[in-house]
């Protein structure tokens, strides 16, 4: 049962130009949620997490924007780079879980130079 | 060391063999985890280890997996009679407390 839904799996974006993906998800009692960057031959990384208690949280480049009602939450990649050319993978977990990710099927990110 | 370090970081089994995946994880750390990657496709989880203790392995596919992290800090993943389905990116990841997960690079399993 695919409990968080990630689109779109694949993404291509001139340099500069905002990434903009997004996510759905099922289990309302998920009550935290990260965004992790993948790069080939690597494991993923920690890039930006949200609670559900506010709407939108922003760190440099990247902010995620979170829709408690709709169940909806998505990453915004600004003035997009090269080197932003990964896999981006958003997940859930709750207290309840001792904290396992449940993991989107990922976006494969390529920022055109 | 500075991260989570895992070997083998490929292992090739010949469908049937048994195979034994390695995590060191962040010195400390009592939350260890791990998951399967297929490709092209997001990490599932596996099993959850608070030090010694596997409180959690709903995720473990069969019988045939196994781990184990006797002294709370090294963890062990294991297959026996490995089959094609069980080739993916095995990852593990540690956390002082749940959030903030340090992933591995991950061991990648061929079965042929």
């Known amino acids: 049962q695919q409990q968080v839904k990630q689109s779109p799996q694949s993404l291509i974006v001139q340099k500069g130009g905002i990434s903009i993906i997004n996510c759905a998800y099922e289990?309302?009692?998920?009550?935290?949620f990260p965004w992790y960057q993948q790069f080939p031959g690597k494991g993923p990384a920690l890039l930006i997490a949200i609670r559900p208690d506010v709407s939108e949280k922003k760190e440099g480049r990247f902010t995620i924007s979170f829709n408690k009602s709709a169940k909806q939450f998505s990453l915004h990649i600004m003035d997009s780079q090269p080197g932003d050319s990964a896999t981006y993978f958003c997940a859930a977990s709750y207290s309840g879980s001792a904290r396992q990710l449940t993991f989107g099927s990922g976006t494969q990110l390529t920022v055109l130079p | 060391g500075a991260g989570v370090s895992q070997s083998p970081r490929y292992k090739v089994a010949k469908r049937g063999q048994d195979v034994a995946l390695r995590c060191d994880p962040i010195s400390g750390h009592v939350s260890l985890f791990w998951y399967q990657q297929a490709l092209g496709q997001g990490p599932e989880f596996l099993t959850y280890f608070q030090n010694e203790a596997q409180l959690d392995k709903s995720g473990l596919p069969s019988d045939r997996f196994f781990a184990e992290r006797p002294e709370g800090s090294v963890s062990t993943l294991k297959i026996q009679r490995t089959q094609q389905e069980d080739s993916a990116v095995y990852l593990c990841?540690?956390?002082?407390?749940?959030?903030?997960?340090?992933f591995g690079s991950g061991t990648r399993l061929t079965v042929v």
């Open positions: 990841a540690s956390s002082l407390q749940g959030y903030g997960y340090t």
């Open positions: 289990n309302t009692a998920f009550d935290y």
